[in-house]
């Protein structure tokens, strides 16, 4: 089975400032890693995955996160932040078997303010 | 989009009522699910499909029953609705071939209300 832990679970930042949006996962399996963001009344978008290959993966709206397989981490980085950005973040893992259902972290909430 | 639709987007029943909540596909995906999400929990995963007629139980199925007849629709059913069932119900189907491996596409939401 896999977990997924999210360190924070709000995160104030101002405009323009960089930003780290910390997970953890845990799995006795290969896994696939996806960040979904959720804006406020909305439902869930994709903003990066992992599948394989380079650990370094980019995504929309600028952000980037970085599998790093030795600290079982999946975080999620912005260097510069909008106002835009103000939404609620969710890691998931996933087995790489098809059709595995995504565990999803508890979600950390990202608040920019000018 | 993925061509998900949910239905009813809103709902207000109460205590005891049976209630169904369904989702559409229209791109013939094998997997579907259904989830809940809770303020501080994330989304859970209530129940599965695999397929026409094979499903599965998820970490909350509790209270919560879903069946599957044809390919482009799985029903969620609260047999009898409880307040701890008010949630967002979340549909979402997963792509496994053409690079997306697992990737899922999220309907757009179900908000719940039993009173």
């Known amino acids: 089975a896999q977990s997924v832990t999210q360190l924070d679970s709000q995160v104030p930042v101002f405009e323009e400032a960089p930003v780290e949006l910390r997970c953890n996962y845990s799995s006795s399996v290969s896994v696939y890693l996806f960040w979904y963001v959720q804006y406020p009344n909305q439902g869930l978008q994709l903003l990066l995955k992992y599948l394989s290959g380079s650990t370094l993966v980019k995504g929309i709206n600028g952000f980037e996160a970085e599998f790093n397989k030795s600290q079982t981490s999946f975080h999620l980085r912005k260097p510069s932040v909008h106002i835009s950005d103000t939404a609620e973040y969710f890691c998931?893992?996933?087995?790489?078997?098809?059709?595995?259902?995504?565990?999803f972290g508890k979600g950390t909430t990202l608040s920019v303010s000018s | 989009d993925a061509g998900i639709t949910q239905s009813p987007r809103h709902k207000v029943t109460e205590t005891g009522t049976p209630v169904t909540l369904r989702c559409h596909q229209t791109?013939?995906?094998?997997?579907m699910y259904w989830y809940r999400q809770d303020p501080g929990h994330g989304l859970r995963l209530i129940h599965y499909s695999y397929g026409v007629k094979d499903t599965d139980k998820g970490e909350v199925s509790d209270g919560y029953s879903v069946s599957r007849s044809k390919t482009e629709d799985f029903l969620l059913t609260l047999e009898s609705a409880t307040s701890s069932q008010t949630s967002v119900y979340f549909c979402?189907?997963?792509?496994?071939?053409?690079?997306?491996?697992?990737?899922?596409?999220f309907g757009p939401g179900t908000r719940l209300t039993v009173l």
């Open positions: 791109e013939n995906h094998r997997y």
């Open positions: 979402a189907i997963s792509v496994t071939s053409g690079g997306n491996n697992n990737e899922q596409f």
């Open positions: 998931a893992v996933t087995a790489t078997q098809a059709g595995t259902a995504l565990i």
